[in-house]
């Protein structure tokens, strides 16, 4: 047990100096410190889940626009469905999820750090006609597998502004 110990600190401290972090940690940029969030509907899942990972990242989020917050603004988030094959008997097979996100950062001067971009996600799944119930417990699991990826994209982009 006496080893042990040792090995998982120096194990820590190689995993520190090589710039391992945990994958629900990020180095936002100190201008995001405090941020005022605008998004077209404040109470979808998306939403919701960035303003927790925001806050748990140390963004204090402010209730409106001020010269101290940065703005990231998001004006789209859309899931849409398209088929992907489709049968000799004009039957979808798969279908294929997709999820856009298009925001911009801004400072509290107005300018812009991140102009608008766009970031995208799919993932393919297969239908069944005889097991609908479960094809649709598979979309919701795709769904909301696709908002948090999304939001880790999102925070990774954000990094890269303290980066350059």
């Not at 990972?53 to 988030?77: H, I, K, R, S, W």
């Not at 006609?129 to 982009?157: G, N, S």
Request: charged letters at 30%; hydrophobic letters at 45%; one cysteine or more.
């Amino acid at each position: 047990m006496g080893i042990r110990a040792p090995a998982v600190i120096v194990a820590c401290l190689l995993m520190a100096a090589c710039g391992f972090q945990l994958r629900g940690e990020a180095r936002l940029p100190a201008v995001m410190d405090q941020t005022w969030l605008q998004v077209s509907d404040d109470r979808s899942a998306f939403a919701r889940e960035l303003v927790r990972q925001l806050e748990a990242n140390g963004v204090v989020l402010v209730d409106q626009p001020d010269e101290q917050a940065a703005t990231l603004e998001v004006f789209t988030e859309r899931m849409r469905r398209e088929p992907l094959t489709i049968t000799g008997q004009a039957r979808v097979r798969e279908f294929l999820l997709m999820f856009d996100v298009e925001f911009e950062l801004r400072d509290g001067d107005g300018n812009v750090l991140i102009e608008r971009e766009r970031l995208q996600l799919t993932r393919d799944y297969s239908f069944d006609e005889q097991e609908i119930l479960a094809a649709q417990r598979e979309q919701e699991f795709l769904e909301a597998d696709l908002r948090r990826d999304m939001i880790l994209r999102l925070l990774r982009r954000l990094e890269s502004v303290g980066e350059s």
